[in-house]
């Protein structure tokens, strides 16, 4: 399935999919995101957003993946405002966001001019001392350089204390010979 999905050839990984059943092999979360990361690939949302739903049905708990994978996929789309419902479903049935998780989303919120909510969304983090990844600030960078309003942010506000100390900088210097 993860190789049709691969090529863009989702209707015959879907095929294996369905098959799955009449050969005693229940689809699990993995192979459910399988399909759901590849209708989301294709811009098949509302096919990936059916899955989501049987998922529920038949029991299987969506994990973190697959609200990532769903998040990536309407916000390509350009359903920005299912995507951040989602965001919320996924923290309110106890999933914790990932690397990928916030990279889709603010990456989303970016491509579609909504970047003060992605500043927001950063801003949010470091209070709950989140990872924050330096792939965070350089989608954030390139979102103001797109918009012609790098020069205008001074981003090493934005940057975590943590980044900001270079009182320890001297241990990263090689020794003296």
Known sequence: ???????????????????????????????????????????KIDDAIHLFLEMHRKELQPDVVTYSSLLK?????????????LFDELQVVGLKPNFYTYCNLLKGLCQHQHVKRAFLLLDELEPKREDLHISYYSILMDA????????FVPMWQYLPNSARDTSQDQILRPPAA
């Open 144 to 151: 103001l350089c797109r918009d012609g309003k790098l020069g």
């Open 1 to 43: 399935m993860h190789g049709y999905c691969s090529h863009r050839r989702v209707d015959e990984a879907r095929k294996i999919f369905d098959s799955m059943t009449s050969r005693n092999m229940a689809p699990n979360i993995r192979s459910s995101n399988i399909m759901i990361n590849g209708y989301c690939t294709m811009t």
């Open 73 to 85: 996929g309407l916000f390509r789309v350009g359903r920005c405002s299912t995507a951040l419902e």
